[in-house]
């Protein structure tokens, strides 16, 4: 059984940075792929940074290359992501979550994913 809860939003202005925290308990980080989603109102769960659970690559959605970081530390099981120069556009809950298979190198779809936290708000004021 994996449990995932993630902790770190909060309110933050335009430019601003946030780092978000997903703790595991149960399925280690390192044996799975994890990752993180956000979700607008009235849209659909997007994906936006991964990490590879065997090369330990990570791989992030095109509006958040150079801003965001993903990063996981092993020994604590925990998920990060380092998110800087924040932008209205990412106003959203944001999920971590951990892939179904291990045969999945570089999901990017939340059906590629079982295993989900509560969710932590991040939001962006202009």
């Known amino acids: 059984q994996v449990q995932l809860v993630e902790s770190g939003g909060g309110l933050v202005q335009t430019g601003g940075s946030l780092r978000l925290s997903c703790a595991n308990s149960?399925?280690?980080?390192?044996?799975?792929?994890v990752g993180w989603f956000r979700q607008a109102p009235g849209k659909e769960r997007e994906f936006v940074a991964g990490i590879n659970w065997l090369s330990d690559t990570p791989y992030y959605t095109n509006s958040v290359k150079g801003r965001f970081t993903i990063s996981r530390d092993n020994a604590k099981n925990t998920l990060y992501l380092q998110m800087s120069n924040l932008k209205p556009d990412d106003t959203a809950v944001y999920y971590c979550?951990?892939?179904?298979?291990?045969?999945?190198?570089?999901?990017?779809?939340?059906?590629?994913?079982?295993?989900w936290g509560q969710g932590t708000q991040v939001t962006v004021s202009s």
């Open positions: 149960g399925r280690t980080f390192s044996s799975y792929t």
């Open positions: 979550a951990s892939a179904r298979s291990k045969v999945l190198s570089y999901p990017k779809s939340p059906r590629d994913f079982d295993s």
